[in-house]
């Protein structure tokens, strides 16, 4: 199995249910966010262990290609970016979550683009059909 499929397998079933959590919970996941803003420690926290996973991702797949896999790629850079700005500037991210918690959309329009992710890539790791190859070609015969 290749990278881009094994972290869409992982990726896609985590952000389902995330999405998922956000429409059939939202009052939890509210309080939850809410909870979260105030501490400067599980900020600092999370941007340590997103940056680590962008990271991972990154190194292991920075594929700027013109398919699904660039999702991957962008979200690992993202990844890198978040964390990286949780870990030198904690203030600022209670600053823009507290703004994002105040507009109800904000929470609905997250959860779509995480749901409608999470069902992409999971798509495109267990389903998606990948296109046969030749034996001559993968030998590097023609």
């Known amino acids: 199995m290749n990278t881009s499929r094994l972290l869409a397998r992982l990726i896609g079933p985590l952000f389902l249910a995330i999405g998922a ?3 059939l ?3 939890v996941y509210y309080a939850m966010s809410q909870e979260f803003l105030r501490s400067l420690s599980l900020i600092y926290l999370s941007g340590f262990l997103t940056l680590l996973a962008g ?3 990154v190194n292991f797949h920075n594929l700027w290609v013109s398919d699904w896999r660039v999702i991957i790629t962008i979200f690992g850079w993202l990844a890198v970016i978040g964390g990286a700005v949780r870990l030198i500037l904690p203030q600022a991210v209670q600053s823009v979550g507290g703004t994002m918690l105040a507009s109800p959309a904000a929470q609905t329009i997250g959860g779509v683009v995480v749901l409608a992710l999470g069902a992409w890539l999971t798509y495109a790791g267990y389903l998606e059909k ?3 190859t030749s034996r001559a070609k993968r ?3 023609k």
Request: no cysteine.
């Open 21 to 23: 959590g956000l429409f």
């Open 139 to 141: 030998r590097g015969k």
């Open 130 to 132: 990948t296109p046969k």
């Open 25 to 27: 919970n939202s009052a």
């Open 55 to 57: 990271i991972a991702i």
